[in-house]
């Protein structure tokens, strides 16, 4: 048998900084969807992420956090790679950067490329003195700072660094990046990135230092411990070791050059332009793609922890369940743009698309086969006169959906599989096989048109697989099709081979309607408790820690911990498509704070403008129809339907007086 082409695909290994986010999850969904799909179409894959654990900003992190680096990065690093199995993200290999074998692999890159000489017979790696600025958030030397010393991409400060370095001859591999990209237009992709990346590299490039004396959360140097690797450096290294750089050699030569590396565009020109130079200095061969996707924004600024406006993975996989978080992401961004996330965006999309598109088909579907067939595949008597489309259909969308998977096109693959969905449900709706079930004569006719809406289903089950695989898997089972849907090969499909005769499972519905206002307060209530979790009950036969309350009463100092303040509402506006919600801007005397309150069904957000409320200033923030709240504005809930009304005072007080 002939071996099977190989594909190998990285995410970006993500920070240890910060918990993972509906960011890190969508690039790693893309890669799986990826991997399921190369893997029908016969190649062996290799699936690799991990976690990037070293550098000042994870010392730091661990440093606020009152944790020493390595408990923080123990913590997160698991909390990523059980992420990925709750999502049932196939993950080959996980690389955490603080692995031995991954030291091994950074050091046994360096010492390649130190040994070799450039065409002028100059060392590609040499010692050198850094002064200059550093921004610690992008892990990146800044060589031009906005006025006021700001970093240029993230645009906060940067800090002033003067130390010895090892420093890595950049500037040497200007026109070679520049041939390179040239000769493989596909190495940088999509296009408009491209274009960035040559016209970067065009400007000049200067020479980069790849150690560090001031920090020793690092790998460090050989034969000069004192200095650890730049983090990059270390970083990029991890797509090599994932493979046996250095250390397994025939996994290495089977797996090397990785085929994709996917990831945001932020981090472009480390791929695109640091990572070729670091290989071709050590003559190692390079990746084959480097593919650098958009970012999810939130009210159109990218969604980032520092910003504090993320959105949480497993609260929307709860609701609208994985494969339905999977089938947002893939067909609301086109791949390579921004896109706006919103839950509300999630739930229409589930409900338009899965419930009433793909999961109404199929059920009715069944349904019909049930009534009219005893819940078997009909078989039907070739007429004359008539001829069945949907063979040529699905053999012109299965080239179309090829072109649009390989080019990581999602959106409009999805787009081709529900023109299909579609397409059924108008070719049901014009046979109207509940009629042609009344006449005897027209049996042949029905076992047609359900037979070939059946065999429509198998397609969608087959190609929808990469990015809704359990859902795929579920109607394929329905459908009587034996076996993992997965393990079908695309090249093996044929329109019209399902088996009459085939018995068929109950119509169940494959993603049940969600009512879209309790779809989205489950989701947010679910990320409030877990941003900010209550703390558990002591586990069942466990001793309580303190002796239980004796009375229902509190103390004053219970009283105490809640801080509340007069504030003076400054501006509202109501929540779109939420009918209760009010966003307000209050001033607590000390600061303007954004708080929604329930409070649209009974005030008129105008006419709150200047009015004193009470504010609860000390509530942890939490969203609500993913606006985020910085308190709560205090009111009597009045019986019986505990309409909202305001607390208030009859004398005048000031902005900020606290309650006591
Ligand atoms: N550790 C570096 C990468 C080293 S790779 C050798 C890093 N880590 S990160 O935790 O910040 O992850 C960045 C990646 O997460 C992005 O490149 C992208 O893949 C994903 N995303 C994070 N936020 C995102 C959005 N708001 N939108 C889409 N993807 C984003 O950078």
């Not at 229902?552 to 498509?577: L, Q, T, Y």
């Amino acid at each position: 048998m002939e071996p099977k082409p190989k594909f190998y695909l990285t995410t970006p290994i993500y920070y240890v900084n910060a918990r993972p986010h509906i960011g890190h999850t969508y690039t790693t969904i893309v890669a799986d969807t990826i991997a399921r799909y190369k893997r029908m179409r016969g190649f062996e894959v290799v699936l690799c992420t991990g976690t990037d654990e070293h550098g000042q900003k994870i010392e730091r992190s661990a440093k606020a956090a009152g944790k020493t680096p390595e408990q923080l990065t123990d913590e997160i690093s698991a909390e990523y790679r059980a992420l990925w199995q709750q999502l049932d993200i196939g993950i080959d290999r996980f690389v955490r950067t603080t692995e031995d074998r991954h030291e091994h692999s950074v050091r046994n890159l360096m010492l390649k490329a130190r040994d070799a000489r450039g065409p002028d017979g100059q060392p590609y790696i040499y010692k050198g003195t850094y002064e200059g600025q550093y921004c610690v958030h992008d892990e990146m030397y800044v060589d031009e700072p906005l006025p006021g010393g700001l970093c240029p991409e993230c645009k906060r400060p940067t800090e002033r660094i003067g130390e010895e370095n090892y420093y890595f001859r950049l500037s040497a591999f200007q026109q070679r990046l520049l041939d390179y990209y040239a000769e493989h237009p596909e190495f940088v992709q999509p296009e408009s990135r491209r274009n960035e990346v040559i016209s970067f590299v065009s400007g000049g490039l200067r020479d980069l230092s790849i150690s560090r004396t001031s920090i020793k959360w690092g790998i460090p140097w050989p034969d000069d411990p004192k200095h650890v690797f730049y983090v990059w450096y270390d970083a990029l290294t991890t797509y090599m070791t994932a493979v046996g750089y250095g250390d397994d050699e025939l996994q290495w030569e089977k797996w090397w050059p990785a085929d994709l590396h996917l990831i945001g565009k932020e981090i472009l020109r480390f791929h695109a332009v640091y990572w070729p130079a670091f290989l071709m200095a050590a003559g190692e061969p390079l990746p084959r793609q480097v593919f650098a996707h958009g970012w999810w924004l939130f009210d159109s600024e990218k969604m980032s922890k520092s910003r504090g406006n993320i959105a949480l993975p497993l609260p929307i996989a709860e609701v609208v369940g994985i494969d339905g978080l999977r089938y947002f992401l893939l067909r609301e961004m086109v791949f390579g743009q921004d896109g706006n996330f919103g839950y509300e965006g999630v739930v229409n999309r589930y409900n338009s698309d899965l419930a009433n598109g793909l999961g109404n088909l199929a059920s009715r579907t069944l349904a019909m086969i049930h009534r009219y067939c005893d819940g078997r595949i009909p078989s039907y008597e070739q007429t004359s006169g008539y001829h069945d489309e949907f063979p040529d259909i699905s053999w012109r969308t299965r080239d179309v959906l090829f072109v649009q998977y390989d080019s990581y096109s999602f959106s409009s693959a999805l787009e081709t599989i529900w023109r299909v969905i579609s397409g059924v449900d108008k070719y049901i709706t014009h046979w109207k096989p509940w009629v042609l079930a009344e006449d005897p004569a027209q049996r042949n006719q029905l076992n047609r048109v359900l037979y070939w809406a059946a065999e429509a289903l198998r397609f969608v089950a087959l190609f929808s697989y990469p990015v809704i695989p359990h859902a795929a898997q579920r109607l394929w089972t329905l459908l009587g099709q034996s076996g993992h849907v997965g393990d079908q090969r695309f090249d093996q499909w044929q329109a019209g081979m399902l088996a009459p005769g085939t018995q068929t499972g109950d119509s169940e519905a494959i993603f049940p309607r969600l009512e879209k206002s309790e779809a989205i307060e489950r989701i947010e209530n679910m990320e409030n408790e877990m941003r900010n979790p209550t703390p558990a009950a002591p586990a069942a036969g466990a001793a309580p820690a303190a002796p239980a309350a004796v009375s229902d009463k509190i103390g004053i100092e219970d009283f105490a911990r809640v801080e509340m303040r007069v504030g003076e509402v400054k501006s509202a506006e109501r929540v779109p498509n939420a009918d209760k919600l009010l966003k307000l801007m209050v001033d607590i005397g000390t600061e303007t704070r954004q708080i929604v309150a329930g409070i649209a069904e009974v005030y008129e957000a105008e006419k709150l403008i200047g009015r004193k409320v009470i504010v609860v200033v000390n509530l942890a923030p939490r969203k609500l129809r993913g606006v985020e709240s910085n308190g709560m504005i205090v009111a009597a809930s009045v019986p019986p339907d505990g309409k909202p009304v305001l607390a208030a005072f009859l004398e005048d007080v000031p902005v900020g007086a606290r309650l006591k």
